[in-house]
């Protein structure tokens, strides 16, 4: 099973910028698309942004031209350059990595344990 770590969560002021990081470690699987989730306090958990392997992206129309996912396919890394903070971002956000044993399995998804960002003066 793969394994995510997140990191570099924290505060931020608005119109501030953060990095978030995510490993997959046990990597002996095949990753396929890799991608962020939020979850803001009393609301459902909603998709950020997702990038297959080959480096196709996807972003949610909130975070569009603010956000920017990348991943680093060699060190099984994906990241989330985030800019523009506004308090409405302040959630805690969790790496995800869509992964399987074999080139002929279904992928499964496995999640990180998240990492808190909170934007606030």
């Known amino acids: 099973q793969v394994q995510l770590v997140e990191s570099g969560g924290g505060l931020v002021q608005p119109g501030g910028s953060l990095r978030l990081s995510c490993v997959a470690s046990?990597?002996?699987?095949?990753?396929?698309?890799m991608g962020w989730y939020r979850q803001a306090p009393g609301k459902q958990r909603e998709s950020v942004a997702t990038?297959?392997?080959?480096?196709?992206?996807n972003y949610a129309d909130s975070v569009k031209g603010r956000f920017t996912i990348s991943r680093d396919n060699a060190k099984n890394t994906v990241y989330l350059q985030m800019t523009s903070l506004s308090p409405e971002d302040t959630a805690v956000y969790y790496c995800?990595?869509?992964?399987?044993?074999?080139?002929?399995?279904?992928?499964?998804?496995?999640w990180g344990l998240g990492t808190q960002v909170t934007v606030s003066s």
């Open positions: 046990r990597t002996g699987d095949i990753i396929d698309a």
């Open positions: 990038i297959t392997s080959g480096g196709s992206t």
């Open positions: 995800h990595a869509d992964a399987r044993p074999h080139i002929w399995s279904a992928s499964t998804r496995n």
